[in-house]
């Protein structure tokens, strides 16, 4: 596994985190069911324990669900969350390399993967390549996130950027979101539709329930932050300065969410 995954993905705290965030049935509803309506065969790539396959399985007991993870210990988590689920199975698997057959699927997804891999192009492409001539893929992915604040705090914004930087070197993108578009373009899909939403929006004090998520995102990142700023004592004072600039009454903090969707053309050469 790549490094920028190892830093946060493997983390049995990151999965929950993400479980608390999420609330499936209307993530389905407001950005899968419009893709599903002649769909047999559905992978999502990058599909954690299995949340969304469950939901997705119970919706259309007719389709097959996969999902594909590198993460031995999330398709673990997937195999006991879809035990007596006929329809929905997931297994160990590269984005960059995905184990199926060329045109095997109908629809394809990938949520909030893109931002640490190295190679998105080629995860892209790979995601193309097993969907069927007609098929749909759709990505999405966030914009800004950690960075964008008002008003600007010059030394929490130069440690955020040295920290960007670190993440950097791993594959990690904290833009790839408006990439998505120029993503599905060069990997040949047509008739590609871009959706942008809010998503980390904090106007004023952070409610306690999103301030927690965040401390625990913060410590399970503990280690790329000190290898980016040098010490413990350094990360601990910037986890600390975030946090406290959350709690302010005076500050705004957002980032955007893309959702890209497009067909694969009847005669792709991938």
Request: glycine letters at 8%.
């Given at each position: 596994m790549n490094q920028s995954l190892n830093y946060i993905m493997d983390d049995p705290r990151e999965g929950q985190r993400l479980l608390d965030k999420v609330d499936a049935p209307s993530w389905i509803s407001k950005y899968l069911e419009p893709h599903l309506q002649d769909a047999r065969r559905v992978l999502s790539v990058g599909c954690g324990p299995g949340v969304f396959l469950?939901?997705?399985?119970?919706?259309?007991?007719?389709?097959?669900?996969?999902?594909?993870?590198?993460s031995a210990?999330?398709?673990h988590e997937g195999e006991g969350r879809l035990r007596?689920?006929?329809?929905?199975?997931?297994?160990?698997?590269?984005?960059q390399a995905l184990p199926f057959e060329s045109g095997s699927f109908d629809f394809v997804f990938c949520r909030f993967l893109l931002e640490y891999l190295p190679d998105k192009q080629r995860a892209v492409e790979e995601m193309?390549?097993?969907?069927?001539?007609g098929g749909k893929i759709l990505l999405q992915d966030l914009d800004g996130q950690l960075l964008w604040h008002s008003p600007e705090d010059p030394e929490l914004q130069q440690t955020i950027e040295?920290?960007?930087?670190?993440?950097a070197s791993t594959g990690f993108d904290p833009f790839v979101g408006r990439k998505l578009f120029n993503l599905c373009f060069e990997a040949g899909l047509a008739e590609i539709k871009v959706q942008i939403d809010p998503y980390h929006l904090y106007a004023g004090t952070i409610a306690e329930d999103q301030l927690d998520l965040w401390q625990t995102k913060l410590a399970i990142a503990k280690p790329q932050l000190e290898k980016a700023?040098?010490?413990?004592?350094?990360?601990?004072?910037?986890?600390e300065r975030f946090l406290g600039y959350l709690r302010r009454p005076d500050t705004l903090t957002?980032?955007?969410?893309f959702t890209v969707s497009g067909t694969k053309p009847a005669r792709s050469k991938i």
């Open positions: 469950r939901e997705l399985a119970a919706i259309r007991p007719s389709a097959e669900f996969v999902g594909v993870d590198l210990e999330r398709i007596g689920v006929s329809n929905a199975r997931v297994q160990i698997g590269d984005a193309v390549r097993i969907c069927r001539g040295r920290v960007a930087n670190r993440l700023l040098g010490s413990d004592e350094a990360a601990v004072k910037y986890t957002y980032s955007c969410l």
